[in-house]
């Protein structure tokens, strides 16, 4: 749990200096047209995908002890969903600072390595949602227990 925390604390103020770098270095080259380049995003995107969605997550953890019904689905989807995150908003900024310091920003590579963070998410969300069942299953079973057995019509 504290991991998550930790995790999207660092989520949260990466995105929030991102935020600072995007008007920081679009003021400083005179950079004002707001949908050319993909820095704008960086920002949003690291501020919910790695510490609102990450806070989410807690709370369900937190109500369905998801590590605990499915531990090796739970670490997996941890680490997969800070890699894609990161790799994600990392080639965001990449390719938003060349646009803003007006280099070609249409790489193959880049591009390439930003599937790979989506990919990475995707796994991540199939992942906790395979981990969440487990839990919500094991939950039910447990509220279930001491109760006289329903037939079936």
Do not use: C
């Not at 991102?18 to 050319?36: C, I, P, V, W």
């Amino acid at each position: 749990m504290m991991r998550l925390l930790y995790t999207a604390f660092a989520f949260g103020i990466t995105g929030v200096l991102s935020g600072l770098y995007y008007r920081e270095l679009t003021k400083t080259h005179g950079f004002f047209d707001r949908s050319a380049s993909q820095l704008p995003l960086v920002h949003t995107h690291l501020l919910v995908l790695g510490f609102v969605f990450l806070l989410i997550v807690m709370a369900l953890e937190r109500i369905f002890n998801i590590s605990a019904a499915a531990p090796r689905a739970f670490s997996w989807f941890y680490w997969f969903w800070t890699a894609g995150v990161a790799i994600t908003g990392g080639m965001m900024l990449v390719t938003g600072t060349l646009v803003v310091l007006g280099a070609d920003a249409s790489s193959a590579a880049l591009a390439g390595i930003a599937g790979l963070g989506h990919i990475a998410l995707t796994v991540a969300v199939v992942l906790l949602l395979v981990a969440l069942r487990s839990a919500v299953k094991e939950d039910g079973s447990m509220a279930n227990r001491g109760r006289p057995a329903v037939e079936n019509a």
